[in-house]
């Protein structure tokens, strides 16, 4: 970690009666919640009496089960008491994220906040406007940062076995059970320090991945046997839902979480899309394989972001129009 912003967030530390709200972006992830979830213990252990943990909007059941999750504030449901939280907050954390615009509805109050604000992320292009940063896309996620930090700060004796399943989860969920973004000795030499805290892995990953509802399970199968479109000439598959679809299968949060991961498992296709109806938007969901930029497609194209390998964003348009978009995009060859 940079030895100068470690320090200086050491020094922003130092007060333990001021009030240090921990900010998660939109349709927080299995990392926003794991490393904002693993700070909040961190901070609590500390002695910090004044910590809130805010997201914008819900998460998805097989989140609920980390060490103080019942403590996290959902601006969507308690907006007021969300935006006092952070325009009172001294000092504020942005997780796993790197410009206000991500977390909707709070953008304006972080925007406003005189808080000191230190970002711990490893999206590309950082945005300015923060104090302290802790930005590397070479890292798994934004749990290994934290880890790093709390190890920089008080050494890796400071994790609790609470705080290790928190930052084991976002490790997990970010790197799709370690199978990308991690081709790093320093993540295993994280997640070994996790399991030497008492992590149980193989239960862990029962809690996020074996948890589907009958529904969710009947809604993957429709997915994959009606809904998938595969454009072979160009190595690429999609999959698209309405809000019919999704109410037919009684969908809840999370419950299309990882579709679009089946749709890159077929031999020789690099890119692959979700594509879900909102009130007033598609919501969409990138991964590719390779050199492929989807971060750049999301961003060109989507209003959007991420990953080189993993994005997201939206389409203004209505399915119909969205779909032939981005069957032209592709034809065109965008890449
Ligand atoms: P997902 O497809 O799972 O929703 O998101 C994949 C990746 O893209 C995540 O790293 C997420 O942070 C990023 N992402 C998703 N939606 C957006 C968006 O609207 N804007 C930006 N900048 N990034 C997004
Ligand atoms: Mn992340």
Same mark, same amino acid.
């Given at each position: 970690?940079?030895?100068?912003?470690?320090?200086?967030?050491?020094?922003?530390?130092?007060?333990?009666?001021?009030?240090?709200?921990?900010?998660?972006?939109?349709?927080?992830?299995?990392?926003?919640?794991?490393?904002?979830?693993?700070?909040?213990?961190?901070?609590?252990?500390?002695?910090?009496?004044?910590?809130?943990?805010?997201?914008?909007?819900?998460?998805?059941?097989?989140?609920?089960?980390?060490?103080?999750?019942?403590?996290?504030?959902?601006?969507?449901?308690?907006?007021?008491?969300?935006?006092?939280?952070?325009?009172?907050?001294?000092?504020?954390?942005?997780?796993?994220?790197?410009?206000?615009?991500?977390?909707?509805?709070?953008?304006?109050?972080?925007?406003?906040?005189?808080?000191?604000?230190?970002?711990?992320?490893?999206?590309?292009?950082?945005?300015?406007?923060?104090?302290?940063?802790?930005?590397?896309?070479?890292?798994?996620?934004?749990?290994?940062?934290?880890?790093?930090?709390?190890?920089?700060?008080?050494?890796?004796?400071?994790?609790?076995?609470?705080?290790?399943?928190?930052?084991?989860?976002?490790?997990?969920?970010?790197?799709?059970?370690?199978?990308?973004?991690? /081709?790093?000795?320093? *993540?295993?030499?994280?997640?070994?320090? @996790? +399991?030497? $805290? &008492?992590?149980?892995?193989?239960?862990?990953?029962?809690?996020?991945?074996?948890?589907?509802?009958?529904?969710?399970?009947?809604?993957?199968?429709?997915?994959?046997?009606?809904?998938?479109?595969?454009?072979?000439?160009?190595?690429?598959?999609?999959?698209?839902?309405?809000?019919?679809?999704?109410?037919?299968?009684?969908?809840?949060?999370?419950?299309?979480?990882?579709?679009?991961?089946?749709?890159?498992?077929?031999?020789?296709?690099?890119?692959?899309?979700?594509?879900?109806?909102?009130?007033?938007?598609?919501?969409?969901?990138?991964?590719?394989?390779?050199?492929?930029?989807?971060?750049?497609?999301?961003?060109?194209?989507?209003?959007?972001?991420?990953?080189?390998?993993?994005?997201?964003?939206?389409?203004?348009? /209505?399915?119909?129009? *969205?779909?032939?978009?981005?069957?032209? @995009? +592709?034809? $065109? &060859?965008?890449?």
């Amino acid at each position: 970690m940079n030895k100068e912003q470690i320090e200086k967030l050491g020094r922003l530390l130092l007060d333990k009666t001021q009030a240090i709200a921990i900010v998660v972006h939109a349709n927080p992830d299995g990392d926003a919640i794991g490393s904002a979830l693993g700070l909040y213990g961190f901070l609590r252990n500390e002695g910090f009496a004044h910590v809130e943990v805010v997201s914008p909007n819900a998460y998805p059941s097989f989140l609920h089960w980390m060490p103080g999750n019942a403590s996290v504030i959902i601006a969507e449901k308690a907006g007021d008491k969300a935006l006092s939280i952070i325009s009172n907050a001294d000092l504020l954390f942005c997780l796993d994220f790197n410009g206000f615009g991500r977390t909707d509805q709070l953008e304006q109050a972080l925007e406003k906040s005189k808080a000191d604000k230190v970002m711990i992320d490893h999206h590309p292009q950082p945005e300015d406007g923060f104090d302290v940063v802790f930005s590397d896309t070479i890292a798994s996620s934004t749990a290994e940062l934290v880890y790093e930090c709390i190890a920089a700060l008080k050494g890796g004796d400071a994790v609790t076995l609470e705080m290790a399943q928190c930052l084991y989860a976002g490790i997990v969920t970010d790197t799709g059970s370690f199978s990308y973004g991690c /081709n790093n000795p320093r *993540t295993y030499e994280i997640v070994a320090r @996790l +399991i030497e $805290k &008492g992590v149980d892995g193989a239960y862990l990953h029962r809690l996020i991945y074996s948890t589907y509802s009958v529904d969710r399970m009947r809604l993957l199968g429709y997915c994959l046997s009606k809904k998938l479109e595969v454009i072979e000439a160009h190595q690429a598959a999609y999959i698209s839902l309405t809000k019919k679809d999704l109410e037919r299968f009684n969908h809840h949060e999370g419950d299309t979480e990882g579709v679009v991961n089946y749709a890159l498992d077929i031999r020789g296709i690099n890119l692959a899309a979700l594509f879900m109806e909102k009130d007033d938007h598609v919501k969409v969901s990138f991964r590719s394989a390779g050199d492929l930029d989807v971060n750049r497609l999301a961003r060109r194209y989507y209003h959007g972001g991420g990953h080189k390998n993993a994005a997201g964003g939206k389409s203004l348009e /209505n399915m119909e129009n *969205t779909l032939a978009a981005f069957d032209a @995009l +592709i034809k $065109k &060859g965008f890449f």
